[in-house]
């Protein structure tokens, strides 16, 4: 079962680099999202997608584009890394409705220098 | 609104001893409440889950919560702490309906476990 699986799981940038995160999932799953996570601030929701061809901005989205040309994969584009931008990055994805699980990856660890 | 305080920033307790993880929450409408755990460098994996059904709610591993909704809590409970249970620990709320942005996380709570 491999779930929610994320790819570079590291990589280090240099300002103003171009990257793209690649999520994938096996669930079937309509919703699939893009947090960051930061020490002492939980997880923030960059954007997430309710299907195929869909996507739509969370909290933070700025500095972020995404695509979601299948319904398996979310890709999480930054087109001009900064170091704010610093950060463990994690896909999850669900089913959608009422009190379904969001089932998560193992994480992205992006450095911008 | 909704929102998610988690009590305590850091837990520690002896091996073999009670956990408590406390959780409050506020939100307009009646919500699912899930704890969610991390592991150092892994992702968050479901612990349990509150969808209004039974208020005592079990999950893995020996963990449970009780939705107490006059209290507005869903406390995290283990009667015997074990060293694996070292994690970072999340509270999340979400909205009824399926709008993804009603789902909330906590700040976390990090547990440590003393041998």
């Known amino acids: 079962n491999a779930g929610v699986t994320q790819t570079p799981k590291f990589r280090v940038l240099k300002t103003g680099q171009s990257m793209t995160l690649l999520c994938a999932q096996d669930m079937n799953h309509e919703y699939m999202y893009w947090y960051r996570q930061d020490p002492g601030m939980g997880l923030r929701l960059i954007h997430y997608s309710v299907g195929e061809g869909t996507t739509a901005k969370g909290e933070v989205p700025d500095g972020y584009n995404v695509s979601r040309l299948k319904k398996q994969n979310f890709l999480l584009g930054l087109e001009s890394a900064a170091p704010s931008q610093t950060s463990v990055y994690f896909c999850a994805s669900s089913r959608g409705g009422r009190g379904n699980t969001i089932y998560f990856g193992e994480g992205s660890w992006l450095t911008v220098v | 609104a909704q929102s998610v305080t988690q009590l305590d920033s850091h837990v520690s307790v002896s091996e073999g001893t009670p956990v408590l993880l406390r959780c409050n929450y506020s939100s307009s409408y009646s919500p699912s409440l899930f704890w969610y755990v991390q592991h150092p460098n892994k992702g968050l994996q479901l612990l349990l889950k509150y969808t209004s059904a039974a208020t005592l709610v079990k999950g893995i591993n020996g963990f449970e919560a009780e939705f107490k909704k006059s209290e507005t809590s869903f406390h995290l409970t283990k009667p015997s702490a074990h060293m694996s249970d070292a994690a970072e620990y999340f509270c999340?709320?979400?909205?009824?309906?399926?709008?993804?942005?009603?789902?909330?996380f906590g700040p976390g709570t990090s547990l440590s476990v003393i041998p």
């Open positions: 999340v709320v979400s909205r009824q309906k399926t709008s993804y942005d009603k789902v909330i």
